[in-house]
Nanobody, 124 residues
Framework: QVHVVESGGGLVQPGGRLRLSCAVTGLNLGDYNVGWFRQVPGREREGVSCLANSHGSTYYSSSAKDRFTISRDDAKNLVFLEMNPLLPEDTADYYC?????????????????WGQGVLVTVSS
């Protein structure tokens, strides 16, 4: 029923940029908080950026702040994460998550629907 599919990952040099996309089907995206989370081997998934379903509330991790931008197009059921500039420590699997309700939070264990993840590798 609900499908969440990320795209836009790949190999990029330090200082480069990427835009990740998250396409959602099976629900009305406008009813959900959205978030981007990342996970590196041997570590827990962590929140990168989240965007509320209303009132424009946003969250950025300290690492993402001033470099990443989260946005959404509810009419098209799309979520984006613009990353610029990228650093080697940004290398990770990136996941798009959705959470229902109006309460705003950016903790991965509280997000209901997930994509399969995309790999971002930042290396020269």
């Amino acid at each position: 029923q609900v499908h969440v599919v990320e795209s836009g990952g790949g190999l990029v040099q330090p200082g480069g940029r990427l835009r990740l996309s998250c396409a959602v089907t099976g629900l009305n995206l406008g009813d959900y908080n959205v978030g981007w989370f990342r996970q590196v081997p041997g570590r827990e998934r962590e929140g990168v950026s989240c965007l509320a379903n209303s009132h424009g509330s946003t969250y950025y991790s300290s690492s993402a702040k001033d470099r990443f931008t989260i946005s959404r197009d509810d009419a098209k059921n799309l979520v984006f994460l613009e990353m610029n500039p990228l650093l080697p420590e940004d290398t990770a699997d990136y996941y798009c998550g959705l959470r229902g309700g109006s309460a705003f939070i950016c903790l991965p264990h509280l997000y209901r629907f997930w994509g399969q993840g995309v790999l971002v590798t930042v290396s020269s």
